[in-house]
């Protein structure tokens, strides 16, 4: 089922991903074993809800909307290991946790992967960037074999692209494509949180008294691996010789 990486390279497969999440959602996840996917709709970039909005327009005059995009959900992480912006917009209360997994160990999460029958749903690949004028182009040019494509390849690869101005998000996707079976513009799938992740890396500006406090309680729910404060401002000792 390597289809159903989008874009990866195979050495890209098993490098690490990252996600920065709130630490109360953190525990939540530990304690529900539950992992929240959303429609497109709710993300921020509006070129994302034009493309879901656009629709196709047949020779014989006949215009169709782009109405399989509604049973796309998804799961945003990033191949940027860590940057003073990504913990200044994602964890703006000082407070947020860095995840670590792989994109193998992210897909191979959602159970329903592992369900021959279930292929066409279950997809992660690495986001495209390109300039309006490009993006504009590959819609008009690809946008019949997105849409008609019965492999469930081109309806998550439309989740795929975005424009230059946010490549410095270096972003992967976990996609699930419902195919009608949900309403909702949030899923939920049941996970292992202990086996898919990897490491656990607090916000570097969070007070070390609460960063001990948070630690404390992630070994005694039974996280056994690694727990650290990002040394992202930590200044370095200099000693010059004269």
């Avoid at 390597?2 to 497969?13: G, K, M, Q, V």
């Avoid at 990033?78 to 193998?104: C, F, H, M």
């Avoid at 066409?120 to 495209?128: A, L, P």
């Avoid at 079976?181 to 570097?204: A, C, M, R, S, W």
């Amino acid at each position: 089922m390597e289809n159903n990486f989008l874009n990866f390279s195979r050495a890209d497969i098993d490098k690490p991903i990252f996600r920065i999440i709130p630490i109360e959602r953190l525990f939540k996840l530990f304690e529900k074993k539950i992992n929240i996917l959303v429609s497109p709709e709710l993300w921020e970039d509006p070129f994302e809800n034009f493309i879901m909005n656009s629709k196709v327009k047949f020779q014989s005059g006949i215009s169709m909307g782009l109405g399989f995009r509604k049973n796309l959900y998804g799961q945003c992480w990033t191949q940027t290991r860590e940057n003073d912006a990504l913990w200044r917009i994602y964890s703006p209360e000082k407070k947020g946790v860095r995840l670590t997994t792989t994109s193998r160990k992210l897909l191979y999460s959602l159970k329903e992967y592992g369900n021959p029958e279930k292929y066409k749903n279950c997809f992660i690949g690495k986001v495209q960037y390109y300039n309006t004028k490009e993006l504009l182009n590959l819609l008009k040019l690809q946008g019949a074999n997105f849409i008609f494509d019965d492999s469930g390849v081109g309806h998550a690869q439309t989740l795929l692209f975005k424009r230059i101005a946010f490549k410095h998000e270096n972003e992967v996707r976990l996609i699930y494509n419902s195919y009608n079976q949900f309403n909702h513009t949030k899923i939920g799938f049941e996970i292992d949180p202990y086996e898919l992740i990897d490491d656990i890396v607090f916000d570097p500006r969070i007070e070390y008294k609460l960063f001990k406090s948070y630690k404390d309680k992630l070994v005694k729910i039974g996280f056994k691996k690694r727990i650290v404060r990002s040394n992202l401002y930590r200044i370095p000792e200099l000693e010059i010789k004269l």
